[in-house]
Structure formats: C-alpha cells, structure tokens
C-alpha cells in the first residue's frame, strides 16, 4: 500500500521514499508518494524522481487497479531505478498549486448553484462543472462571478473531516455528484470543510486544497453552455 502523504499535507514538496516495484509497463511504485493521481477530475501530478546521480521526469501519477498502490509513470525508460532504491521524489508545485486553487474554488461553485453536479475536471488555469438544471434562468455569469469572488476574499479556512462509512451512507445528503461515489470500504470518508463547521460547503473529496480561499485568487465565470436537455457547463478560469 502506498502511503498517500498529499493527503495529509498538499503542500509537500519533496521526500524521500523507497522503491517497492516497477510494473510491466515501467511504472514505478514507491512506499509513500506527495503526488497526487488522477481521479475526481483532478489531473495526475507531475514532477521528478532522482537516485543514484539520475533524475528522471515523471509525466503523471495514476492509481493502480485495486487504488492501493499508486504508480508514477516517467516519460521515458532509458533510465529506471530498482526495487529496494531510495529515491528523492519532487513534486511539480506550480502546477499542482493551480491544481489545487482550482479544485477549491470548484467546491465553492457548488456551494452557490443548487443542482446536483453530473461532472466536472480540474485544469492549471480553471475548471468547469456540469450541473443538472431544471430552470437555467436561474444561472447568470456576472452574478456567480461576483458571488465566487466575494467568497474568495472573505478567506475562509478549509480543513479535513473524517466520518465513518456508516456516517457516510446515512448522510446521502453531503454527495452532490451524481455518477461519482466516495471511495468507501476502508472505515472512513474524507469530507472538505469550507467555513467555520462547514457553512460554506462541505462534502467527500479525495483531492488537494489550499488552506483558505483567498489564496484561490479571482477568478471569472467565463462561459455558462448548453450540453442537454437539462445539463448545464460552467467554466472557471483564474485570473
């Protein structure tokens, strides 16, 4: 089991880890990683991976069939290290931190559009999120645009809860996706609170987030598309 160090501080930029496997394809698996792999639409990190006088690009981080291991998948072979290595693994930071003001300000859009979200993805420069809407008169870009921003620089903290399976399936109430489900099966589900006892938002979610919103940034509500009857795309980008 890798050990997924990004979840307790997203804001880990280098460690040391050791090598437990190199799968069939070139992916390498170490004992504990800070890069993020893709899923919940945010992107697989990116970053290096130095041992033995080499340093190697690794191009994305992906989980592994059972979402135990986590691989990290370098852009070439030429060079790879062996099982049992210490490697020093460095994260990508600019990217990731734009990952993670994105991803944010994504849960602060669903705290103000009150429709079930049917997808989303998480980019350097912005995000969308699809919603299922019954009455688009209801979404107006200027008006979600000044109503992000005002959350924005009010600066409210973000943390970390965690409640049990248990908690999680009689509280339907906190999944506001519709097709993606919270990991369950390990004991317990990471919720991100926004606000003081969660007054902004709070609901699952596996990704990275910055301590606050206001080191999100401003940003601007750019295109509000048409895509289905009811389906609804609102693009954010930062400023």
């Known amino acids: 089991m890798t050990e997924q160090l990004f979840k307790q501080d997203a804001y880990l930029k280098e460690i040391t880890a050791k090598v437990v496997e190199v799968n069939e394809r070139g992916g390498i698996v170490l004992d ?3 890069l993020y792999p893709t899923g919940g639409g945010q992107p697989g990190d990116k970053g290096t991976m130095s041992f033995g ?3 190697i690009d690794i191009a994305t981080t992906v989980n592994g069939p059972d979402k135990i291991q986590i691989i990290h998948v370098p852009a070439n072979q030429d060079t790879m290290p062996n099982v049992g290595d210490e490697v020093q693994l460095s994260l990508d930071w600019d990217t990731r931190h734009k990952h993670m003001r994105v991803h944010t300000m994504m849960h602060l859009m669903c705290s103000l559009v009150p429709f079930p979200v049917t997808g989303g993805q998480v980019g350097a ?10 009455d688009p008169s209801k979404l107006d870009k200027e008006q979600l645009t000044a109503d992000l921003n005002k959350i924005i620089e ?9 409640i049990s399976d248990e908690e999680m399936e009689a509280n ?6 519709m097709s993606v489900k919270p990991p369950m099966g390990h004991g317990k589900v990471r919720l991100l609170e926004i606000g003081e006892d969660g007054a902004v938002d709070l609901q699952p979610c596996g990704g990275t987030h910055v301590k606050s919103t206001g080191e999100i940034g401003p940003v ?3 295109k509000i598309q048409n895509k289905g009857k009811q389906n609804r795309r609102i693009r954010v980008d930062l400023v």
Request: charge should be negative; charged fraction near 30%.
């Open 172 to 177: 339907p109430q906190l999944v506001r996706t």
């Open 125 to 134: 420069d912005g995000g969308r999120l699809d919603f299922d809407v019954d």
């Open 220 to 222: 601007v509500v750019s």
């Open 53 to 55: 006088g080499n340093t």
């Open 32 to 34: 504990k990683t800070i």
């Open 154 to 162: 009010e600066n409210h903290a973000t943390s970390d809860r965690w």
